[in-house]
């Protein structure tokens, strides 16, 4: 498995002037080697791959990538011990390009390029990406199954929400039933936003009771076996007005129809854009200002995205949200959010929580 994922790398680079890859990302070392430490530099100088990293890892990394050899640091630090390698490998002299991630640390790429000083250090994170957008059958079980741990949870929690409890003890329930359930941990902070905080994408919980009359919208996943999952619904506790049973109603609308359009070969601005001019059509759109969706799987924020500066073309495989939302500033939020994993023909859902607008 990672062989192969390591091969299509070195596929996407080819026609490039680029002869060799730095990783450190912790989630790309796990994706083209199987290491799960986290504190490692993978070097590939195309045909032959190394592992770079201290004591604390050395068993870890001979058990979990036994066919790459390992480069056990010393006295020396990352960027001594790449040039060593270098220069035993020809690399210095040749000049060579070598792809690295956008996400390398700026500390460490300043010292690479002080130490490889002649060695040309190309930004490659969307050839790296590439692959990792198309999730394999193993990825999109482990994703399936947590985001089964978030319906779970999501059904649990509904008899825990009224008026008197905290945004804060909703969430630290639903982070203890997910957990209760074999999540390793969460996809991100959960969100858990009542009243008029849900007009805030991204709230903080806070110690604020809930309230009859309040919007509570929630926002949260789990990691299982490493994979992460993803889900909002918004509740209504006590009977909501008709001002928000329409927001709902257009932000729901808004969800099935980009979700409609959800397959191999469509554009994910184009679906994002179904979505976006739905709630403008409406009234609301200066209200739903982040974007449809965005990829999910080791890390909960992933290429590709659904909004309008995400021109991909949708393809088999990839697990992608479905999030619109309508946010009315001091007023109350909306933001419901599914789970696909994009088909030839259409989709296959994976958050089977009940959309409707429940009243409790």
């Given at each position: 498995m990672f062989v192969n994922r390591r091969n299509r790398l070195k596929k996407e680079l080819e026609g490039t002037d680029v002869c060799g890859v730095i990783i450190d990302n912790p989630s790309n070392l796990y994706y083209y080697t199987g290491f799960t430490g986290?504190?490692?530099?993978?070097?590939?100088?195309?045909?032959?791959?190394?592992?770079?990293?201290?004591?604390r890892y050395y068993e870890q990394v001979e058990k979990e990538c036994p066919d790459i050899p390992l480069i056990r640091l010393t006295d020396k630090g990352y960027s001594d011990t790449i040039r060593e390698l270098f220069?035993?490998?020809?690399v210095l002299e040749k000049k060579a390009c070598i792809a690295i991630e956008g996400s390398m640390q700026l500390n460490r790429y300043l010292q690479l390029c002080k130490t490889c000083a002649g060695v040309e250090f190309k930004e490659c994170s969307d050839k790296m990406n590439m692959s990792r957008m198309v999730k394999e059958e193993e990825e999109i079980s482990s994703i399936k199954k947590a985001e089964e741990i978030g319906d779970a949870a999501f059904s649990h929690i509904l008899d825990l929400i009224k008026p008197g409890v905290t945004e804060?003890?909703?969430?630290?329930?639903?982070?203890?039933?997910?957990?209760k359930k074999g999540a390793s941990g969460l996809s991100f902070d959960t969100i858990v936003a009542s009243g008029a905080n849900s007009s805030m994408p991204h709230a903080q919980v806070t110690d604020k009771k809930i309230e009859y009359g309040d919007f509570v919208t929630m926002d949260f996943g789990c990691i299982y076996q490493g994979y992460c999952s993803d889900m909002t619904r918004t509740v209504s506790v006590g009977?909501?007005?008709?001002?928000?049973?329409?927001?709902?109603?257009?932000?729901?609308?808004?969800?099935?129809?980009?979700?409609?359009?959800?397959?191999?070969?469509k554009k994910c601005n184009e679906i994002d854009s179904v979505a976006r001019?739905?709630?403008?059509?409406?009234?609301?759109?200066?209200?739903?200002?982040?974007?449809?969706?965005?990829?999910?799987?080791?890390?909960?924020?992933?290429?590709?995205?659904?909004?309008?500066?995400?021109?991909?073309?949708?393809?088999?495989?990839?697990?992608?949200?479905?999030?619109?939302?309508?946010?009315?500033?001091?007023?109350?939020?909306?933001?419901?959010?599914?789970?696909?994993?994009?088909?030839?023909?259409?989709?296959?859902?994976?958050?089977?929580?009940?959309?409707?607008?429940?009243?409790?």
């Open positions: 986290g504190e490692a530099m993978f070097v590939m100088l195309f045909p032959d791959s190394y592992l770079i990293t201290d004591s220069a035993d490998k020809g804060a003890e909703i969430a630290l329930e639903l982070e203890y039933f997910m957990k009977t909501p007005t008709e001002e928000m049973k329409q927001v709902y109603q257009i932000v729901l609308d808004a969800n099935v129809r980009a979700m409609e359009q959800i397959a191999e070969g001019d739905y709630i403008k059509e409406k009234g609301y759109g200066e209200y739903f200002g982040h974007g449809l969706g965005h990829g999910v799987g080791l890390d909960i924020h992933e290429e590709p995205r659904f909004s309008p500066k995400c021109d991909v073309t949708a393809r088999e495989n990839m697990v992608i949200t479905v999030e619109p939302g309508i946010y009315l500033p001091g007023k109350f939020g909306v933001r419901i959010e599914d789970l696909v994993v994009v088909k030839k023909t259409g989709y296959e859902k994976l958050s089977h929580s009940d959309k409707s607008l429940i009243i409790l």
